[in-house]
């Protein structure tokens, strides 16, 4: 996932005291995110797990724009984090879309 390969690099020059609240936060949900996409593609009905991977995502993105908000990152890494989620997230809309109407 380029996403995570991208992400780690970055949150190491978050400042020390943000890097192990947030910054680690950041990449706590990104290696879910990950794990939950794995589950995924091996169930047969995997609708639950992408839906946990949408909240997952929008909570990165909540987190990305407190870390712009309190300037630990900039806006070109800020608008790079938001590009990468929106990709992942019109990517698992698709997969869900592909799956039909829920049934719950």
């Known amino acids: 996932m380029l996403y995570i390969t991208w992400l780690v690099p970055v949150l190491e020059q978050f400042p020390r005291s943000q890097r192990f609240l947030l910054g680690d936060r950041l990449q706590s ?11 995924a593609q091996y169930r047969k009905s995997p609708r639950a797990e992408l839906q946990r991977a949408n909240l997952l995502l929008e909570k990165q993105r909540l987190l990305w724009r407190v870390a712009y908000n309190l300037r630990l990152a900039d806006v070109r890494r800020y608008e790079h ?3 990468e989620i929106d990709d992942i997230g019109r990517r698992l809309g698709a997969w869900l879309k592909r799956l039909g109407p829920s049934t719950a």
């Open 29 to 39: 949900l990104a290696l879910d995110l990950m794990d939950v996409l794995v589950e």
């Open 81 to 83: 984090a938001a590009r």
